[in-house]
């Protein structure tokens, strides 16, 4: 079954601590995102990527930094520059980033909360 | 300026009525899709339809169907026969045109629906 995985589902991090978030996908797929939704609210881009080696910010990437290694995964580390980390974090893939006609699919998501 | 706009914070509909959820949206760019996601309790975010800008006909995708209404700028989600599984945060979402510009998704702040039995 092609699809994206998230892990962990649930994570608690205490304050001054970075953490990274694991997104994997198995679609083959180019682009990767990921968003941050806060509660009541829509998805804000923090970082994408289109292509191997090669990553972008998009709106609120202040304090979280990504890699793109492999074209399978996209880690997102939420570092202790980011003030106000306590969100859902999903993360997407799209076979481009070119075109406004592919659909992105997402992950499960990862609930992180700062203590 | 809000690109896009759900006005309906919630909704409630009938088990096996339909129910409009309305989405408006802004754009200077002629090339652009509409998406509408759907994002139970669990979270997941899940696609449902898409609509090309360019599109003649109105997307369906079985019991989801898209009313789009290029000169108002909107694109309503139809869903038909209302289930109880349907009950859950619905957004649209926008990608404006090709090239550099195109890699966001820019989303809407949702519409809870609930569906009665």
């Known amino acids: 079954d092609g699809g994206i995985t998230q892990s962990p589902k649930y994570l608690f991090r205490k304050e001054g601590q970075n953490v990274t978030l694991s997104c994997e996908q198995n679609?083959?797929?180019?682009?990767m995102y990921w968003y941050r939704q806060d509660p009541g609210q829509g998805l804000r881009l923090i970082y994408y990527?289109?292509?191997?080696?090669?990553?972008q910010k998009g709106d609120i990437a202040e304090g979280y930094s990504v890699s793109r290694e492999k074209k399978e995964s996209f880690p997102l580390t939420v570092t202790s520059a980011q003030k106000n980390p306590t969100a859902f974090y999903l993360c997407?893939?799209?076979?481009?980033?070119?075109?406004?006609?592919?659909?992105?699919?997402f992950g499960p998501g990862t609930r992180l909360t700062v203590l | 300026a809000q690109k896009i706009t759900q006005t309906q914070p919630g909704m409630f509909v009938q088990e096996k009525e339909a129910v409009t959820l309305d989405c408006t949206y802004d754009?200077?760019?002629?090339?652009?899709?509409l998406f509408w996601y759907k994002q139970p309790s669990s979270g997941e975010m899940i696609f449902l339809i898409y609509?090309?800008?360019?599109?003649?006909q109105n997307a369906t995708e079985g019991r989801y169907s898209l009313n789009f209404q290029k000169a108002r700028k909107s694109a309503n989600l139809v869903i038909s026969a209302s289930q109880l599984g349907d009950s859950a945060m619905y957004f649209c979402?926008?990608?404006?045109?090709?090239?550099?510009?195109?890699?966001?998704?820019?989303f809407g702040s949702g519409t809870r629906l609930l569906v009665r039995p």
């Open positions: 979402a926008m990608r404006e045109g090709s090239g550099d510009s195109s890699y966001k998704l820019i």
């Open positions: 679609l083959n797929h180019d682009a």
């Open positions: 990527s289109q292509i191997v080696n090669d990553f």
């Open positions: 754009t200077s760019d002629p090339s652009y899709g």
């Open positions: 609509q090309g800008s360019y599109d003649q």
């Open positions: 997407a893939s799209s076979i481009t980033a070119f075109e406004h006609s592919d659909t992105q699919y």
